[in-house]
């Protein structure tokens, strides 16, 4: 056997004597090569090779040499996911990425604007159009609108990864703009559930996922801010439309209020589809037949298996209960407000300012994340945060206007993070050529949870008199402490219960 370097004898010695570690370095265990060579961070098994030329670093300390005891390294200290890309090939900046960020705003803006603004949509039909139906049945308007949302992303997510996202972005805008236009002359149930449910529902599932998903190709140690950044448009947009509505119902009515709003959502969708491109594709082998492409794409849309990994099952678990307890607390605010004797300007300012302080705190968790505190402990947070604002300030004290108006301050802040750190939290638990895959699997989990639970708050609600809204207050709280919970045990799956950076 050939005799070792000298490198093998001092390097121990140098580990040993160190005196303090790299903040941003992580990967607690890790397996270091000589200098002549170097290998990415694997999963925990020895590359192959002459394995006396590998020394086991654990925290900075050998604790093996040797070919028998590197075959197979097992440790719960191997938690830093993000090292399952290489940090060399994302630039982090330069001004094609902000371009893709910008345009991810400029999309994100209608789409998840939109979203943020159901009570604008349903305090007004619930009111005229609909008047004499009742809240459990207009609610299956927006819980099936909610579920279509994320259930269609599972048909991007795969394709995305494999094609890029300008076939998204342009299927999508027609899908979602015709869907609105169509929204303009609804007056039934079932005319609603066909135009806004259905169509608008599946071109947001169809665009949210390369909107998301691109700035996964350009960010890695930025994502979270450059995902912060991006998301900020929801919460403009959530701001924007609500007054807007409010003003175009009174001055157009209905029916071209909502034909404006689909033509600004249409402009908005072109420039992000011009902007929003990827980084670049992973180079893939043409597939050999139809038959193999139809199969590749059904088993790339759902991916049943990720749900056999227990830190992404309940990351995306957790993901979804705090999601559809901020999407039911949103949707019934302003019906809630004007229960309570408020007028219908102060109640859609009401939303107007959740979604406006939101962007704040889109951007502020998403850089304390990258910087000092790790993504999902701020998210545990930011979500536990949103649950116990329910329980102490809208519950007791919903009845005081002044009191309504402190809880969209905080809760707007705390809940904003919610929706711009999810992607990010799942892309931290995934490489980044299955993000796709995994982002939109996580959001058709979302779909399931979401269907049956604004029906089950118009229930709740019933007649809408303040117990019944007390109880409802109750059931959002519940979901959203549940939520955090969930992302706590992913938390513990990956580095138990330390204080750490994660």
Known sequence: MAMLPFNVILRPAKIFFSKSRGSENLQSLELRSLPSQSYPATSGFAPNGDQEE?????????????????????????????????????????????????????????????LNSLGAIESYISRHQLASVPASTVSW???????????????????????????????????????????????????????????CGAGTGVLMTPLVSVLATWFLKKRAIATSIATMGGSVGGAIYPMMLKKLYKEVGYAWAIRITGFVCLACLIVSTTLCRERELVKQEPFKSKTELMKWYVSSSLNWRYFLEMKFLFAALGAALAEVSLTTSSTYLASYSLARGNTES???ALITAINAIGA???YIPGYV???????????????????????????????????????????????????????????????????????STAYFLQAIVTIPMLPIAGV?????????????????????????????????ICVGTKLRKF
């Open 54 to 114: 590998y020394i086991l670093t654990k925290n900075n300390n050998v604790v093996e040499v040797g070919a028998s005891k590197l075959s197979n390294v097992r440790s719960r200290d191997f938690i830093d996911e993000t090292t399952l890309d290489d940090e060399s090939e994302f630039p982090d900046r330069g001004l094609q990425a902000w371009l893709a960020v910008f345009g991810s705003f400029i999309g994100l803006l209608p789409v998840f604007g939109l």
């Open 141 to 199: 308007i927006f819980s099936l609108y909610l579920s279509m949302s994320f259930l269609s992303g599972i048909f991007a997510g795969g394709f995305f990864d494999r094609n890029g996202g300008l076939a998204p972005m342009c299927t999508g805008t027609v899908i979602y703009v015709g869907g609105i236009m169509c929204l303009a002359n609804c007056y039934t149930v079932w005319q609603f559930i066909l135009a806004f449910s259905i169509l």
């Open 346 to 348: 102060t109640s859609f």
């Open 360 to 362: 704040l705190g889109r």
């Open 369 to 439: 994340a990258d910087r000092y505190l790790g993504r999902f402990n701020v998210y545990i947070i930011a979500v536990t945060i949103s649950g116990l604002c329910n329980l102490i300030i809208w519950l007791p004290f919903g009845g005081y206007t002044g009191a309504l108006w402190v809880y969209a301050c905080i809760y707007g802040f705390s809940s904003g993070s919610i929706l711009s750190l999810t992607p990010v939290c799942i892309g931290q638990i995934s490489r980044t050529e299955d993000f796709g895959k995994r982002y």
């Open 460 to 492: 709740i609600i019933n007649k809408g008199t303040v117990p019944e809204y007390n109880k409802f207050i109750v059931f959002v709280s519940v979901l959203m402490l549940a939520g955090a919970a969930c992302n706590m045990v992913t938390r513990y």
